[in-house]
């Protein structure tokens, strides 16, 4: 199977999950700036989560170019992941209704952490479709950056029953490490035409 499809679906269920993010915006009630200021809680999570679209978008953009072709397993594996990402939504919402209370800033961080998990069980599946000199095993290499926010948002949700700022401050820290622009793909892809 060619990946075209898994790509269309993919991009669609991103703009989707933006799309849902903005609506959960209500105009304030008031006209002055003092009304939207009160809304900033739900601003700072909406960008954060934007970031953390927009990175595993681009991500998967990139990860995809690595694919020649898809098989089941691929499928089922991006599908989960798309699952955990069509999640934040929800996470975001209930963390910026209440200002970023433990509760949900718990369990953002728990569907942050199962996100990354799935886009690594994704890479993993192309691998082994694609084999150990494919493409993308030598983009990755030891993938420092993927286990490291494993274990950061793994600290981050342990942490946030004590100190939720921390917990904060650690998701904001991936988001950053990630923001810095990955080239392996990229370059792997032009040494190999």
Do not use: C
């Not at 953390?52 to 978008?57: H, K, R, S, T």
């Not at 072709?69 to 939504?89: D, E, M, Q």
């Not at 990630?178 to 990229?186: A, M, Q, V, Y």
């Amino acid at each position: 199977m060619n990946k075209n499809r898994l790509e269309a679906f993919s991009d669609g269920v991103f703009a989707i999950i933006i799309t849902i993010m903005v609506l959960e915006f209500n105009e304030p009630e008031d006209t002055t700036f003092e009304s939207v200021f009160k809304l900033s809680h739900k601003f700072l999570s909406y960008i954060l989560s934007f970031i953390y679209v927009g990175i595993y978008w681009n991500n998967h953009h990139h990860l995809l170019h690595t694919v020649k072709n898809v098989n089941g397993k691929i499928l089922w594996a991006n599908l989960h992941l798309l699952f955990w990402l069509s999640l934040i939504p929800f996470t975001t919402a209930w963390i910026g209704e209440h200002h970023f209370a433990t509760s949900p800033m718990m369990l953002y961080g728990m569907v942050l952490l199962m996100n990354a998990i799935a886009y690594f069980i994704l890479q993993y599946t192309i691998i082994a479709k694609h084999g150990k000199d494919s493409i993308l095993s030598k983009a990755l290499g030891k993938d420092f950056k993927g286990k490291t926010s494993v274990v950061l948002y793994i600290i981050a949700v342990v942490l946030t029953k004590y100190y939720t700022v921390i917990a904060g401050i650690l998701y904001i820290n991936v988001a950053i490490m990630w923001l810095i622009p990955d080239k392996r793909i990229e370059k792997i892809l032009e040494e190999e035409q």
